[in-house]
């Protein structure tokens, strides 16, 4: 409840430049955003699939992940999604140190660096767990604060049935930003079915990028 309250709050203060929760589009749009990887066998099978249905897409990868798998964070870039960063190690922010939440930004910052040939500028706390100093650092460097506007709890684990129907029952809306995650073969599973119904409703699927 508190979290939703300062995320409220955020929202209100802060323009979608500095903290994003959801991404104006003229046209009906959707932005999907991937976190925790890159995973050696679930990105690839992720990316085949949004190559399939010709959808662009957000990954907020880990710099770790990034070291170990880095053809496959340069295959996310090759195929025109958007590589973004998710710390180095995907710790507990509110359990380490302003210098320490840095050092997470900035080490992941310059491996996304590397492979992309240009700055990054966008930045998803772990577990969406956003303080002030964090969000300060992060105006001071010119870089969004990207949350999202929905969650498919797919980390829990759920039957890919279950998530499917939570989306029929709570329909997306223009400008949703909704995330997944690309750790476990369940958000494949998911979108291979909501995919092509969210494109037969008209909304065109874009990296935050656009």
């Given at each position: 409840?508190?979290?939703?309250?300062?995320?409220?709050?955020?929202?209100?203060?802060?323009?979608?430049?500095?903290?994003?929760?959801?991404?104006?589009?003229?046209?009906p749009a959707l932005f999907l955003t991937f976190d925790d990887?890159?995973?050696?066998?679930?990105?690839?099978?992720?990316?085949?699939?949004?190559?399939?249905?010709?959808?662009?897409?957000?990954?907020?990868?880990?710099?770790?992940?990034?070291?170990?798998?880095?053809?496959?964070?340069?295959?996310?870039?090759?195929?025109?999604?958007?590589?973004?960063?998710?710390?180095?190690?995907?710790?507990?922010?509110?359990?380490?140190?302003?210098?320490?939440?840095?050092?997470?930004?900035?080490?992941?910052?310059?491996?996304?660096?590397?492979?992309?040939?240009?700055?990054?500028?966008?930045?998803?706390?772990?577990?969406?767990?956003?303080?002030?100093?964090?969000?300060?650092?992060?105006?001071?460097?010119?870089?969004?604060?990207?949350?999202?506007?929905?969650?498919?709890?797919?980390?829990q684990k759920k039957e890919c049935e279950v998530i499917v129907?939570?989306?029929?029952?709570?329909?997306?809306?223009?400008?949703?930003?909704?995330?997944?995650?690309?750790?476990?073969?369940?958000?494949?599973?998911?979108?291979?079915?909501?995919?092509?119904?969210?494109?037969?409703?008209?909304?065109?699927?874009?990296?935050?990028?656009?």
């Open positions: 409840m508190l979290k939703n309250v300062v995320l409220k709050v955020f929202k209100r203060m802060l323009p979608s430049r500095l903290f994003l929760l959801r991404r104006k589009s003229r046209e990887g890159p995973h050696p066998t679930v990105t690839p099978k992720l990316l085949d699939v949004l190559d399939q249905y010709g959808v662009k897409a957000s990954f907020f990868v880990i710099g770790s992940n990034i070291e170990q798998y880095p053809d496959i964070a340069a295959d996310i870039v090759r195929k025109g999604h958007t590589l973004a960063n998710h710390s180095y190690s995907h710790p507990n922010f509110s359990k380490i140190t302003m210098s320490e939440r840095v050092e997470q930004i900035s080490k992941t910052d310059t491996l996304i660096e590397q492979i992309t040939g240009k700055k990054c500028t966008y930045f998803r706390a772990p577990q969406g767990r956003w303080h002030v100093p964090t969000l300060l650092y992060l105006m001071r460097k010119r870089i969004t604060a990207a949350h999202w506007s929905r969650d498919s709890l797919d980390y129907s939570s989306f029929s029952e709570q329909p997306v809306s223009n400008g949703e930003v909704i995330l997944f995650h690309d750790d476990n073969i369940l958000s494949t599973q998911v979108l291979t079915e909501l995919i092509p119904r969210w494109q037969e409703q008209g909304f065109t699927l874009k990296s935050l990028e656009m």
